[in-house]
């Protein structure tokens, strides 16, 4: 799925963070989240563990990019068209919080594999506590990337800070998966 010409080390963050060196500078051509790496953000967020992070590393052990997912409630009337059966007013999801990757690695593959390390973190934990699916805000722009090569679909339009809220059900992340493993 990846760059073949591209080597990597894909490694859990809450587990390895002090075996690994956050950089004081990133580049993935969005000012949030490299302010969000920068600035120490991203590690106050691991060692508070208030979320999940993968980090992508290169040959050199420079971050190349990162993922965080951990969880949200969204009321039943955002997903009732996505969920099937008697729900409650409030349904547990994955949210992916966030996902980077190094302007000089991007289209590479690497954004897919975070999202799908994000959908087995998602499926992991709904094989003992059921979730309804995976919910993200889409930086402006990157909705394609996400409803293309997903199935991720917009609840509404683009919030007031210009991401859009997307969601894809827990049956279809599954699905991903498993044509991830056996793309044929």
């Given at each position: 799925m ?6 990597y080390?894909?490694v859990n ?11 004081k ?5 969005d000012a949030?989240l490299?302010k969000?790496v920068t600035?120490g953000?991203l590690k106050r967020?691991?060692k508070?563990?208030n979320?999940h ?5 290169d040959?050199?052990q420079?971050?190349?990019g990162?993922m965080t997912?951990g969880?949200a409630?969204?009321d ?5 068209t996505?969920?099937?059966?008697n729900?409650p ?5 994955a ?11 991007q289209r ?8 799908l390390?994000?959908f087995?973190k ?7 506590i059921?979730l309804?699916g995976v919910?993200?805000?889409?930086a402006?722009?990157?909705e394609a990337?996400?409803t293309?090569t997903f ?13 859009t809220?997307m969601?894809?059900?827990i049956e ?6 498993s044509?991830a493993d056996?793309?044929?």
């Amino acid at each position: 799925m990846n760059d073949p010409d591209l080597t990597y080390a894909q490694v859990n963050l809450n587990e390895f963070l002090d075996d690994v060196k956050i950089p004081k500078k990133f580049n993935c051509g969005d000012a949030v989240l490299d302010k969000y790496v920068t600035s120490g953000n991203l590690k106050r967020a691991i060692k508070s563990e208030n979320l999940h992070a993968t980090g992508l590393f290169d040959e050199s052990q420079n971050l190349i990019g990162f993922m965080t997912v951990g969880f949200a409630i969204l009321d039943k009337a955002r997903v009732k068209t996505f969920v099937k059966g008697n729900q409650p007013p409030h349904l547990p999801v994955a949210k992916v919080i966030m996902i980077a990757i190094d302007e000089r690695h991007q289209r590479r593959g690497l954004g897919t594999d975070l999202m799908l390390e994000a959908f087995f973190k998602a499926v992991t934990v709904h094989q003992t506590i059921p979730l309804k699916g995976v919910y993200l805000d889409a930086a402006p722009g990157k909705e394609a990337f996400y409803t293309e090569t997903f199935g991720f679909a917009e609840l509404e339009g683009p919030s007031p800070a210009g991401s859009t809220p997307m969601f894809i059900p827990i049956e279809d992340v599954i699905a991903a998966l498993s044509e991830a493993d056996d793309p044929e």
